[in-house]
Antibody
Framework: EVQLVESGGGLVQPGGSLRLSCAASGFTFSSYWMHWVRQAPGKGLVWVSRIKNDGSSTIYADSVKGRFTISRDNAKNTLSLQMNSLRDEDTALYYC???????????WGQGTVVTVSS | QSALTQPASVSGSPGQSITISCTGTSSDVGGYNYVSWYQQYPGKAPKLMIYAVSYRPSGVSNRFSGSKSGNTASLTISGLQAEDEADYYCTSYISSSTLDVVFGGGTKLTVL
């Protein structure tokens, strides 16, 4: 079964750090670009970051640039998001997402909740 | 980084057709045939319904169709059913050094 499973979310104080992980299974992870998408409580979906299949290129939304780092380990079929200098507005459900092609997201994880609060 | 513009809500009766619009610019929707649509139920992960403007992934009902004209893409749901009540989001690839994909703000579809 093709699956993405996120982990690593939790409660963190403003200014703190958190590292999210996403375990991929059921497909050739190294063949796909991967993204992180987030959704604040009661709000819409927002694109966060993307990494190419070989890790050669990354890109970030302005709101997280310089604070978040996306990475991947193709040998371990794992996608990561290192989040530093967290702010209240980073509170959201974070989804790990597979870019199937045509810049379409065909596989979504169940999400992991990040809460930034003092 | 402006999101694509969608109506906040639309509604329709069972059996009717509805259309959800998604308006962007020539740098995103108008410039590429990389518009996708997603359906999201409360508490669930989104599901891909349309990709590359008008293509349906395997398993998606043919009641769902997509199109594009200029800088505006549209999702049409025909033969509306109660199970179609959900939030719908559009996305587009965007030509930018700081963005890869931009989402619409989402549309709540209510089946009356």
């Amino acid at each position: 079964e093709v699956q993405l499973v996120e982990s690593g979310g939790g409660l963190v104080q403003p200014g703190g750090s958190l590292r999210l992980s996403c375990a991929a299974s059921g497909f050739t992870f190294s063949s796909y670009w991967m993204h992180w998408v987030r959704q604040a409580p009661g709000k819409g979906l927002v694109w966060v970051s993307r990494i190419k299949n070989d890790g050669s290129s990354t890109i970030y939304a302005d709101s997280v640039k310089g604070r978040f780092t996306i990475s991947r380990d193709n040998a371990k079929n794992t996608l990561s998001l290192q989040m530093n200098s967290l702010r209240d507005e980073d509170t959201a459900l974070y989804y790990c997402v597979r870019n199937w092609g045509h810049h379409a997201f065909d596989i979504w994880g169940q999400g992991t909740v990040v809460t930034v609060s003092s | 980084q402006s999101a694509l513009t969608q109506p906040a809500s639309v509604s329709g009766s069972p059996g009717q057709s509805i259309t959800i619009s998604c308006t962007g610019t020539s740098s995103d929707v108008g410039g590429y045939n990389y518009v996708s649509w997603y359906q999201q139920y409360p508490g669930k992960a989104p599901k891909l319904m349309i990709y590359a403007v008008s293509y349906r992934p395997s398993g998606v009902s043919n009641r769902f169709s997509g199109s594009k004209s200029g800088n505006t893409a549209s999702l049409t749901i025909s033969g509306l059913q109660a199970e179609d009540e959900a939030d719908y989001y559009c996305t587009s690839y965007i030509s930018s050094s700081t963005l890869d994909v931009v989402f619409g703000g989402g549309t709540k579809l209510t089946v009356l």
